[in-house]
Structures are given as structure tokens and as C-alpha cells.
């Protein structure tokens, strides 16, 4: 089912200021694919990482979602639990934007429309990109988690044997979005181990 009965399905994506921009950049080019709206939201330290590794400005990423809203505007549509959406994407997610959530101390859009995930009991996936990790960003992590929260840090999986680093981050990706019922097409499935690398009894 879509976000209001039948209609076409929406994600919110939400992009944050850890390294790891191509996360959010791939995964609209996905949803794009498998025909899924997407709802973009971008931090202000996002936009330094993604010049940084991507050579991109909000320019040429404004036309890969179907919405796009400036981090500041805390009256934009996904900042209220009566806009209908499937769920809730962050790639990656900084550990400011954790903390934010985990407190519920909500100071932008992008940290509000992950709170609103979580109480109106909608996906939240949070991918968060930081290592490595003291106690405070420990409790952060088990905070989201019991409210609700996924937390999936884009750890690559090799048994998939990604040949670049596209496949590898469209391998994680494509599980994200299994997370919401989205085939992409883009996972290796196990299948288990082949019978010839199998260990003799």
C-alpha cells in the first residue's frame, strides 16, 4: 500500500554533513527507478560534504527528487505527521543529527521529519557514517533504537564481491530500501554457500 491507500509511494530522504554524500545521492537515483516520490531534505553541512566529495551544489541535486525543501523551513509539508509517507531515509546521518533525534531536541526540518517518523510510528532508517564511537554516540544509537528507529551504518558486504565502489554502495542501498518493501534490483541475494567452496564432512 502507498502512502494514502493506493497512491504512489514517497520516502522521505534526508542528507546530513558525515562523509558519505553518495549515499543520499545514489539512493534518489534508486527511488527515481523503482518509482517511489521522493522528498528531499539537505543540511547546511551536508552541502560542504557533498562539494567536497562529489563536486556537486544543491543546483544538481535539486532535480533528482520531486521535493525539495530548505533545512530551515520548519513549516515545510513532511514537518507534520498529517503528510501521508511511507518513511524515512538518512544518508548518511551525522552524529549531530542523532543526538537530535535521540533527544528530540529538534532544531532543523531534517531532524524534525526523522521525529515525526517516530511518532507517528512510520520507518525511520538512520545510516549512520562515524567511527569510531564513544559512549555518548552508544546511548544516541540505543535511544533512536528504542523509539523506534533502524540503524544501519552503510557497512559494505563483500560476500556480495562489489567489483567498484558503485556496486557496493548500491548493494547497501538496495538493502535500505528492502527495509520498505523496494525491490531495486541493485542487492546480490545470498543464496548460500556454493557447492564448491562447501568444506568436505
Not at 556537486?56 to 525539495?68: E, I, K, N, V
Not at 546521518?93 to 511518532?119: F, H, P
Not at 523496494?182 to 543464496?191: Q, S
Amino acid at each position: 500500500m502507498g502512502a494514502a491507500g493506493g497512491a504512489r509511494r514517497r520516502i522521505v530522504v534526508g542528507i546530513s554533513g558525515a562523509s558519505g554524500a553518495v549515499y543520499g545521492v545514489r539512493l534518489l537515483h534508486l527511488l527515481r527507478r523503482a518509482g517511489v516520490e521522493s522528498h528531499l531534505v539537505v543540511s547546511r553541512s551536508a552541502q560542504v560534504t557533498l562539494a567536497q566529495e562529489l563536486d556537486m551544489g544543491l543546483d544538481d541535486l535539486r532535480p533528482l527528487a520531486d521535493a525539495f525543501y530548505p533545512n530551515a523551513d520548519i513549516g515545510a509539508a513532511i514537518s507534520s505527521g498529517s503528510f501521508r509517507v511511507d518513511g524515512m531515509v538518512i544518508a548518511p546521518c551525522s552524529i549531530k543529527t542523532l543526538s537530535e533525534v535521540a533527544t528530540g531536541c529538534t532544531g532543523s526540518l531534517l531532524s524534525r521529519a526523522a521525529d515525526v517518523m517516530l511518532k507517528e510510528r512510520r520507518r525511520l532508517v538512520m545510516m549512520v557514517r562515524e567511527t569510531p564511537l564513544h559512549a555518548g554516540h552508544i546511548r544516541s544509537l540505543a535511544a533512536v533504537t528504542d523509539a523506534g528507529a533502524i540503524v544501519y551504518p552503510p557497512v559494505p558486504a563483500f560476500y556480495a564481491r562489489p567489483a567498484t565502489i558503485e556496486e557496493m554502495v548500491d548493494h547497501t542501498l538496495g538493502r535500505v530500501l528492502d527495509l520498505f518493501g523496494i525491490e531495486t534490483g541493485a542487492v546480490k541475494r545470498w543464496e548460500g554457500i556454493a557447492e564448491a567452496m562447501r568444506t568436505p564432512d
